[in-house]
């Protein structure tokens, strides 16, 4: 089966879904603690760098998906847009006017763990760049994430297995691209053994309770894609046999059928076009662990196609889901290659 792939004409159209909500302040879903009256601030005041795209998670991914674009398609016609926005954005004063909100003693756990997971994936797609300017720039918040990672995994006795932001499967599977690309050791130690010690003993996994009503992950395929990306291949396909043991029959069903979305201008809604795209993205990862004759790939890459086709067609439309699911189509499109 040939599945769809990332086109110049769609990063395009995605690269210019994403330019018009970067620097978008309002409307703005605000996480911040106040601890005085002087903390009341606005999103750009807080944040010189994401302040845009609804919430900061969503504005720090969708320069992801700027970089990963750019990569992909140097010639794109929004090309210069991209660099300009990032010659501005990146830059030493900025960049230490995020890190400065990190300090602060209200944001321990601020965008703890899905944001913190995503800003090291975007600094590890900057560090693909021949011209390091804008990872070099933006390399202080990196290490200051990173290492708050490090150092909370030993602490979170139990993993969240839920199907939105807290997810830590999600996370570590984001992060363990930028642990490889910064040459981070002792990170991708800390990732591995948080994914062996929470994971490595599910058997079986029913995956009962999905899709639930604001999922834009599946916990049980997240689960699975961080172990692919996270165990030796030598160790990751008996576990992955023992998780999904009915996988060539189709089962569990619900993980094969993509969920239903109702009401796309409704905000937890609309997490669900992010779960049939989050699904395909694993579905696909996921197959491409194993041998081209096992007979688990057909059912599985079928899956993917049937969920990308439910969700492809509405990264756009609505700004509940047009200021973040781009960048899940991009991944789903383009991480699997």
């Not at 839920?162 to 992060?175: D, E, I, P």
């Not at 189709?250 to 969920?259: I, M, N, S």
């Not at 599985?300 to 889901?321: N, Q």
């Amino acid at each position: 089966m040939i599945l769809p792939v990332l086109t110049s004409d769609l990063a395009e159209s995605f690269a210019r879904i994403a330019l018009s909500h970067v620097g978008r302040e309002y409307p703005n879903h605000l996480a911040h603690t106040l601890a005085a009256q002087a903390d009341a601030r606005g999103p750009r005041d807080l944040h010189p760098i994401f302040y845009g795209s609804y919430d900061w998670h969503s504005c720090v991914h969708a320069h992801w998906l700027l970089a990963r674009l750019l990569l992909r398609f140097p010639d794109m016609a929004s090309a210069r847009a991209v660099r300009v926005l990032f010659d501005a954005q990146f830059t030493p004063a900025k960049v230490e006017g995020e890190r400065a909100y990190f300090l602060a003693a209200t944001a321990r756990g601020f965008e703890r763990p899905y944001g913190w997971a995503w800003l090291l994936k975007l600094a590890a797609e900057l560090a693909r760049f021949l011209d390091d300017r804008w990872a070099r720039a933006l390399a202080p918040l990196a290490e200051l994430i990173a290492r708050r990672l490090r150092d909370f995994l030993p602490l979170s006795t139990y993993p969240v297995r839920s199907g939105a932001h807290f997810n830590a499967a999600f996370a570590l599977r984001l992060a363990a691209d930028y642990a490889a690309t910064a040459h981070d050791a002792p990170l991708a130690d800390g990732l591995g053994d948080a994914a062996r010690r929470w994971y490595a003993a599910d058997a079986d996994c029913p995956a009962w309770g999905e899709p639930g009503g604001d999922d834009f992950l599946s916990p049980a395929l997240i689960e699975a894609e961080c172990m692919r990306r996270l165990l030796p291949g030598e160790a990751f396909r008996p576990w992955f046999d023992r998780f999904l043991p009915g996988v060539a029959e189709g089962r569990p069903a619900t993980l094969f059928a993509p969920a239903s979305v109702a009401d796309r201008t409704d905000g937890k809604i609309a997490h669900l076009d992010g779960l049939n795209l989050s699904r395909a993205w694993c579905w696909r990862a996921l197959a491409s662990a194993l041998p081209p004759e096992d007979l688990r790939r057909p059912p599985m890459e079928a899956a993917a196609e049937r969920h990308l086709a439910a969700s492809l067609p509405h990264v756009a439309g609505d700004y509940m889901g047009e200021h973040w699911l781009a960048s899940f189509a991009t991944l789903t499109l383009d991480e699997p290659a």
